[in-house]
């Protein structure tokens, strides 16, 4: 960890990157909104509320928001890292897009999430930039 981390520190950053410290909180209240939201799709989808292929690209969503992490700082491979975000934020976009007309609170409850991914595509994409010259 130490090693990812030192690794990390390395790595040629904008002005305007957040602090290190910042992250752990930020994503503690996003994930804590998504368990709440994407639960919630599951479960009408088990009461069978909602149609199940509502959820493909929740799952999506999830299965890339996850694999940040190890492919950043595992692999730490800025490129691949920057290509799985923006999946994160494509499929994000497509939930909410699909879950709108049906339950609209859980549409509006991924707001902060998709800020925020929003803000760490233009992040990653802006690290991978100025450290591949």
Same mark, same amino acid.
């Given at each position: 960890?130490?090693?990812?981390?030192?690794?990390?520190?390395?790595?040629?950053?904008?002005?305007? @990157?957040?602090?290190?410290?910042? $992250? &752990?909180?930020?994503?503690?209240? +996003?994930?804590? !909104?998504? %368990? /709440?939201?994407?639960? =919630?799709?599951?479960?009408?989808?088990?009461?069978?509320?909602?149609?199940?292929?509502?959820?493909?690209?929740?799952?999506?969503?999830?299965?890339?928001?996850? @694999?940040?992490?190890?492919?950043? $700082? &595992?692999?730490?491979?800025?490129? +691949?890292?920057? !290509?799985? %975000? /923006?999946?994160?934020? =494509?499929?994000?976009?497509?939930?909410?897009?699909?879950?709108?007309?049906?339950?609209?609170?859980?549409?509006?409850?991924?707001?902060?999430?998709?800020?925020?991914?929003?803000?760490?595509?233009?992040?990653?994409?802006?690290?991978?930039? +100025?450290?591949? !010259?």
């Amino acid at each position: 960890m130490n090693n990812t981390y030192s690794w990390y520190q390395t790595l040629i950053k904008p002005s305007w @990157a957040p602090p290190a410290w910042l $992250f &752990g909180p930020v994503w503690t209240f +996003l994930y804590i !909104l998504i %368990v /709440i939201s994407f639960g =919630a799709v599951f479960i009408k989808i088990y009461q069978k509320k909602l149609k199940p292929k509502i959820a493909f690209p929740f799952v999506l969503n999830l299965v890339f928001n996850f @694999a940040f992490t190890p492919i950043q $700082f &595992g692999l730490k491979n800025n490129a +691949l890292a920057a !290509l799985d %975000v /923006i999946l994160v934020l =494509a499929t994000l976009i497509w939930s909410i897009a699909v879950i709108y007309k049906k339950e609209k609170w859980i549409a509006y409850m991924q707001v902060p999430y998709l800020l925020w991914v929003s803000f760490a595509t233009v992040l990653q994409l802006t690290i991978t930039y +100025l450290n591949v !010259l």
